[in-house]
């Protein structure tokens, strides 16, 4: 028998990128199609399982590219590292558990006010402008049974929290707005849940405004290959109203429905690890981290460590604020007990005591150093000697937010924001209030102190004051970016041109004691001022370029004469004005 020709199929093609990978007609590749109910064009685009069927039933065994297959073990993949560390518990000691669901969509599409209808309470009310800029874990029951939803910002800054939320999760509901449809970051949360093979109900949110477009939107959902199942696809596609609650139940059953199509279960007695969810430093009650537990049983006096952060669990609290003893597969929990802010993403898992929990920091750390090497241009020393040696033009900046999560999103934007030739030099980057340390860092490195959703402690004013450094908190991170924007335009080399202001036309010549020759002349258009330079200009020839040396109207000094009077202009130096010239006048000033 002959060997099958292997071919590398990419997650989404063409039918006719498919014909020429195989090297047939499109016309056999439609028809392939057609006989396994898929009525396509040849433009039309075909997921990788439908290539892949239609390649092996023409003969082929397919494969997917080489590049992806490093991250695909036993067909599944690119799977989350958490999935990949549950598939070593027993089969027989796995126990259903609660879904996780996420909440991905595009700005203001309405995911906090969803998940709020569905908990009916009021967080979308109480945030900032309305805007999410953390990751928030609940749990809600329906119909007896537990759901876990996360929930994540919208705006473009927050890539990473949303590709962690899509990888955290077991189903995600992509909300996208009727009356705005697909939009930059849909189709960017719609990418992170697929890396992660999470299955995917859309939420067709804010169906009760007048201008939504439910089949406009799924027309749009359908050429992103998420085809709604009443059209033939296999997407199901949920008209809701967070305002109205309509489509709710109908949203949690095909939430439920997805859920059961996969593995949901995790074993509560088993070794004890899960995600990072958000961590921060609060006032008064110090490190504060919620974890969703994925496997196990995270239980108070716990030791545990969370990427390169040892800690030990000192109290647990459930998504309202009461304490529990003890979080279970699938529930978040917020944890003191940490020794620092642990980095939102990490996985965390439970140790048996916290000389092991250092024990295994202190690996990772070296680990760490040894991966990373030397930094290039990133130590303070560096760039200081640059900005000093006149090399570089940089903004260096310090800055602080409440929690871990919102450092990782203004970092990434600010250093989106370097101009030409000016960087922005990120010097301290951290979650916690702005302390006399960072006030230090600044003095010794002429750094602007942000702020976010901190504030300085008394100790860090004083000082701040003493040296005169700037410190700025904001609490939206769109003002935050914007301000600083502004600060390194204001930064740049300063650019002078000619701005011309006026032309006047020399009507008469006269000679006037002490001022010498001086041109009667009519203001043709714009203006003449006294503390302008002038040009002036002959049978279209400039003859003589410098200051006005005196300007008259009558016989008055005056600052300045407008278009359509008559004026005295001496030119400083010009002897040798003639009916008909022309002069110019214009200043220098900054363009940009
Ligand atoms: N009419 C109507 N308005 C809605 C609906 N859902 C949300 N809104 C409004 O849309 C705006 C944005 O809602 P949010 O819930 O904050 O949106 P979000 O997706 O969480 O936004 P980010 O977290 O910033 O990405 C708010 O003014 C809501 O009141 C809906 O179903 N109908
Ligand atoms: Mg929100």
Known sequence: MTEKRRVEIPSFLTVRELAELLEVSPIDVIRELMSNGIIANINQQIDYDTAAIVSEEMGFESAVPAAAEADVEDGAAELPEWRQILRQER??????????????????????????????????????????????????????????????????????????????????????????????????????????????????????????????????????????????????????????????????????????????????????????????????????????????????????????????????????????????????????????????????????????ARAIVEERNLDQAAAAGPREGFSLDEILARFQAGETKTLNLIIKADVQGSVEPIVNSLEGLAHDELAVNILRADAGGITESDIMLARASDAVVIGFCVEPDAAALRLAEVHKISIRTYDLIYKLIDDVDQALQGLLEPEYGEVVIGKAEVRAVFRVRRAGLVAGCHILEGEARRNAEARLWRGGQAIWEGSVSSLKRFDEDVREVRSGFECGVGLEGADDFRERDTIEFFVIERIN
């Open 91 to 356: 089969e027989e000691s796995l126990q259903e558990r609660a879904p996780v669901v996420t909440m991905l969509g595009h700005v203001d599409h309405g995911k906090t006010s969803l998940l709020d209808a569905i908990r009916h309470t009021e967080v979308q009310a109480g945030e900032t402008g309305g805007i999410t800029q953390h990751m928030g874990a609940y749990q809600i029951r329906y119909n007896g049974q537990s759901i876990t939803f996360l929930d994540t910002p919208g705006h473009e800054a927050f890539t990473a929290m949303r590709a962690r939320g899509a990888r955290s999760t077991d189903v995600a509901i992509l909300v996208v707005a009727a009356d705005d449809g697909v939009m930059p970051q849909t189709r960017e949360a719609l990418d992170h849940a697929r890396a992660a093979s999470v299955p995917i109900v859309v939420a067709l949110n804010k169906i009760d405004r007048a201008n939504a477009n439910p089949e406009l939107v799924k027309q749009q959902l359908s050429e992103l290959d998420l085809t709604p199942d009443e059209w033939g696809g296999s997407t199901m596609v949920v008209p809701v109203s967070a305002t109205t609650g309509e489509g709710l139940d109908d949203l949690l059953e095909a939430v439920l429905l997805v859920a059961e199509e996969t593995d949901i279960r995790a074993n509560p007695a088993g070794k004890v690890f899960g995600t990072v969810i958000e961590g921060r430093l609060e006032r008064g009650r110090g490190v504060v981290a919620t974890l969703l537990v994925q496997n196990g049983t995270l239980r108070v006096g716990h030791a545990m460590v969370a990427g390169t952060v040892p800690g030990k669990v000192r109290a647990m609290f459930d998504y309202v604020g009461e304490a529990i003893v003890e979080a279970g597969p699938s529930v978040p929990a917020q944890v003191m007990g940490f020794g620092s802010v642990p980095v939102a993403g990490d996985l965390f898992e439970v140790v048996s005591n916290e000389k092991e």
